[in-house]
């Protein structure tokens, strides 16, 4: 096989932003709850599945936040926010395993800690949201990166940073290097595919 080939297989073709929400599926007669850690407008990316989907293809359910553009927003608005109260929009689609499981145990399926699945027979309102979701996320990533690159002894601006952090999802008690690392490497995903 050829290499180069092999390569664009699993290569992304769409940017991905982070998603820390749950899911349900279907698979047979059940109906199971999995967390989901990103999305971009060709799929999801699943952990914590209770359960290996035995058929291929199933429906899915996400439930995903609907942020606001958090640089128009002050100070106050912004310690307004909760997390768990933010609307959210719940999408419905079919979805199918993007990785191959066939000859893998019952016993191995369990220690498997991340499912790919590709979205396919989407609506366009659908695809709309996904990408509305995706934009907004990377406006957002942006301004928390604007307050790394300006943050200062101030503790109001450390505060602000924190709280902005813990909005899009992020551990707001991780030490400032740590959280920068993770917010950058969550931004890459999301300025390129």
Same mark, same amino acid.
Request: one cysteine or more; aromatic letters at 10%; glycine letters at 4%.
């Given at each position: 096989?050829?290499?180069?080939?092999?390569?664009? /297989?699993?290569?992304?073709?769409?940017?991905?932003?982070?998603? =820390? *929400?749950?899911?349900?599926?279907?698979?047979? @007669?059940? $109906? %199971?709850?999995?967390?989901?850690?990103?999305?971009?407008?060709?799929?999801?990316?699943?952990?914590?599945?209770?359960?290996?989907?035995?058929?291929?293809?199933?429906?899915?359910?996400?439930?995903?936040?609907?942020?606001?553009?958090?640089?128009?927003?002050?100070?106050?608005?912004?310690?307004?926010?909760?997390?768990?109260?933010?609307? /959210?929009?719940?999408?419905?689609?079919?979805?199918?395993?993007? =990785? *191959?499981?066939?000859?893998?145990?019952?016993? @191995?399926? $369990? %220690?498997?800690?991340?499912?790919?699945?590709?979205?396919?027979?989407?609506?366009?309102?659908?695809?709309?949201?996904?990408?509305?979701?995706?934009?907004?996320?990377?406006?957002?990533?942006?301004?928390?990166?604007?307050?790394?690159?300006?943050?200062?002894?101030?503790?109001?601006?450390?505060?602000?940073?924190?709280?902005?952090?813990?909005?899009?999802?992020?551990?707001?008690?991780?030490?400032?290097?740590?959280?920068?690392?993770?917010?950058?490497?969550?931004?890459?995903?999301?300025?390129?595919?």
């Amino acid at each position: 096989m050829n290499v180069k080939n092999d390569k664009s /297989r699993f290569q992304r073709r769409h940017v991905r932003a982070p998603l =820390r *929400s749950t899911c349900l599926y279907v698979d047979g @007669d059940h $109906v %199971f709850k999995a967390r989901t850690l990103n999305v971009s407008e060709g799929g999801v990316l699943l952990s914590e599945l209770p359960h290996m989907p035995e058929i291929n293809a199933f429906p899915m359910m996400l439930s995903m936040p609907i942020y606001p553009k958090l640089s128009t927003m002050s100070f106050d608005e912004l310690k307004g926010i909760e997390v768990e109260n933010l609307p /959210r929009k719940i999408l419905k689609v079919k979805s199918r395993l993007v =990785r *191959s499981y066939e000859g893998q145990s019952n016993v @191995d399926k $369990v %220690f498997i800690n991340y499912i790919g699945c590709e979205f396919y027979f989407t609506s366009p309102e659908f695809e709309s949201y996904i990408t509305e979701y995706v934009e907004t996320f990377a406006k957002n990533t942006v301004y928390l990166l604007s307050l790394f690159e300006s943050l200062s002894k101030r503790s109001e601006q450390l505060e602000l940073l924190r709280l902005v952090a813990h909005i899009l999802g992020y551990d707001r008690r991780m030490k400032i290097p740590l959280l920068r690392a993770k917010v950058l490497h969550d931004y890459q995903s999301l300025e390129s595919v």
